[in-house]
């Protein structure tokens, strides 16, 4: 379900029917000038309704299953460890 976009003069001018429309599960946009600024979504009461939310509203794309620990991308030459660069750069 697409979110429907909703600029802020008329959330303002609308907004117990904006907040109706959200609790029925309805995702909006508010925009300005044009561009999204915010997103009003339903009130989730746990993290898996949450993520469910998420899921639904296209923002996430995740399989439910644990994340696997992640390998770090860089590694120093040399026999200095990545944390004595950083904090030589920060000198």
Known sequence: MKPRRVGIRELKAKLSEC???????????????????????????SVEERLEVLKNAGTIAWSGRRLGQAKPNVRARGKRTVSDIVVENRE
Do not use: D, N, Y
Not at 25 to 31: D, E, F, P, R, S
Not at 34 to 44: H, M, S, T
């Open 19 to 45: 907040v109706r429309e959200v609790k029925r599960g309805a995702t909006l946009v508010v925009t300005e000038h044009g561009k999204g600024v915010a997103r009003l979504v339903p009130e989730a009461e």
